[in-house]
Every structure is written in C-alpha cells, then in structure tokens.
C-alpha cells in the first residue's frame, strides 16, 4: 500500500507540474524513482517532449538513462523544478530530507531550481513539526568524530550512518560514503526541531558540517497521497 500511495504521489506531481521544455532536477530515493519513471513514460508515449533531467545521484542518473531522460549538467542548465521525496513534511513546507543518503547534491539542485522543490511522498510523511525522524547532516570525513562531538552540543544525538543500515547497502561495519565522498551524521533531537532555520545555521556554523537535510524555504509544493485521495500543499 506504501509504494502505491509514493507512486500515485509521484505521478500525480509529474503530471500537474512538468511541461514540455523543460529542465527537471531529479531526485533520489524510492519516491522521486517513481517520478523519474512516469517521465520517462510520458516522454516515450510522446505526451511530453523536450524534457532535460538534472540528476542529484548515480543512482538516479543510471535510472533515468534506462528509461530514456536525456541528462544535463547544471553548468549546462538551471531545473525550473526539480521532484524529489521527503522524509518529514511540516505544514508550513519546511522538510526533512536525506536518508536516501544524497542530501547535498539533492539541496545544490533544489536551491538551483527557479520554482523550488516539489516534494512527493505518502501521508505517513505529514508532521505537526520536524524531528521525528533523525536529522541526517552531510560531513567531511576529515575529523568527523569532531565533527559529530560538535552536532552533539545542539542538543542531538549524532551517529555515523553505515553502509548497510537504513535504506543503504554494504558492510554494515564500514561508513556509507555519499557520491561526494562524504560521510553522514544521522542526528536525533529528543525534543523534536522547533525552529528548523535557527538550527541550519547552527549546524553549518559547525567545520565539517557540509550540509543538512533541513529544507527551509525551498519547497514550492508538496504532492501527499493517502489512501482517500492526495492531497497539494502549496506555498504562498
């Protein structure tokens, strides 16, 4: 039921929010994979044509190669939107974003993006506010255990995310490593984030903190599929 509800979230994004001509940034993670499919449907039934994709992974771009989503730099060219999953949505479209492990170049994408993010995700996915799930922070592997004894003093409880745990594959006893070469902390806040800008800018602050999976500001819609219907959030 789960996959279902991220594909009828994903599709229905694609379909309201993709024209023709256009450069799409495209996302990681189960979800955005569903989106990136129905693109390439679409482009193959002729439905749309002209399309770019910006890829935020290997993994995505090898996926959207298969299913035929030419591919470009973001030297080449800015998204006008990009389409990606979500690990938390708030109300106000603050989210929580990361755990498929490609938070930075997901971020660098988004940021790039002239109408923002369009977030897809199951109604499981809906939050009062942030902090539920852990907060995942991009580091560099240089002298990351000061790094993590740093992000310990916001009041979180930090831990290395390793190949194998999660989403991830691998040897559960090596640290999973981002296409960027980094490492990532996965930050839990016992008392949840209240105030997920004041807390980006803490975090990177911090040297080695490289980026956060907190997206405050990015986010144009949020496309939320429950099994009564979906529902779009849209910013002001």
Not at 84 to 109: N, T, Y
Not at 161 to 185: C, F, I, K, M, N
């Amino acid at each position: 039921m789960a996959e279902d509800l991220k594909r009828a979230a994903a599709e229905k994004a694609v379909e309201r929010y993709v024209e023709s001509d256009t450069v799409v940034g495209l996302g990681t993670g189960s979800t955005a994979s569903h989106a990136v499919r129905r693109l390439g449907e679409l482009i193959a039934a002729g439905e749309l044509h002209s399309i770019r994709g910006v890829p935020t992974s290997a993994r995505t771009a090898a996926l959207a190669r298969e299913v035929g989503i030419p591919l470009v730099a973001l030297s080449e060219a800015r998204p006008i939107l990009t389409i990606d999953g979500a690990d938390e949505i708030a109300p106000d479209l603050s989210v929580i974003k990361g755990l498929g492990g490609a938070l930075l170049r997901e971020k660098i994408v988004a940021h790039a993006s002239s109408r923002g993010l369009i977030v897809v995700a199951d109604g499981s996915k809906t939050v009062d506010s942030l902090g539920k799930v852990p907060l995942p922070v991009e580091v560099e592997p240089f002298g990351y255990e000061a790094t993590l004894a740093a992000l310990s003093s916001l009041g979180c409880e930090p831990t290395l995310r390793l190949e194998g745990s999660g989403s991830q594959t691998g040897d559960p006893d090596r640290p999973y490593v981002t296409d960027g070469g980094h490492y990532t902390a996965d930050c839990f806040f016992p008392d949840g984030i209240s105030d997920p800008g004041a807390l980006e800018t803490e975090i990177k602050r911090i040297p080695g903190a490289l980026e956060t999976g907190l997206f405050v500001g990015l986010v144009h819609a949020a496309v939320v599929a429950r099994p009564e219907g979906t529902q779009i959030m849209e910013g002001s």
